[in-house]
């Protein structure tokens, strides 16, 4: 039973976060030809879900204009109000009565660990979103590292 609860849990989350990543993404137009989606292409190609990198920062092509460090930026920003958005959702859904203790207190840990990332995504773009100088290499070290 417990198990059955927590995949449920689980398939919530991952859920809200799709839905929020897809929302976010019908509003925003694509413009997926040209230089500026190299780097993104270039980007995508490291990471583990590249088809879905490329998906969501090829919308964004026009505000990252081929920079690393918009790239970056934009990439806080888009996890940052998928996981606040899931956060409100998962907070609601913990008020829901007929809850069982266990269910109540694993929602109440799952809401505090994505709140958590939430502030953890909000300082990382506060650390890399002012422009200083040619230190967007360490900035970036830096947020790999918290």
């Not at 859920?15 to 976010?24: D, F, G, P, Y």
């Not at 040209?34 to 026009?62: A, D, V």
């Not at 958005?85 to 609601?92: D, L, Q, R």
């Amino acid at each position: 039973m417990a198990a059955g609860f927590y995949f449920s849990i689980t398939a919530l989350i991952l859920n809200q976060l799709a839905i929020n990543l897809n929302l976010s993404l019908a509003a925003t137009p694509i413009h997926p030809s040209g230089r500026n989606t190299l780097s993104i292409r270039t980007s995508c190609r490291t990471t583990l879900y590249h088809n879905l990198c490329l998906t969501t920062f090829s919308r964004y092509t026009t505000r990252i204009r081929g920079s690393p460090r918009l790239l970056a930026t934009t990439a806080l920003a888009v996890a940052f109000n998928s996981t606040r958005s899931t956060t409100k959702t998962m907070i609601s859904f913990s008020k829901r009565h007929g809850l069982k203790l266990r269910e109540a207190a694993s929602l109440r840990d799952c809401v505090e660990q994505l709140a958590d990332s939430v502030d953890e995504l909000k300082d990382s773009i506060g650390e890399i979103s002012p422009p200083r100088g040619n230190d967007f290499r360490r900035r970036m070290s830096d947020i790999q590292t918290c």
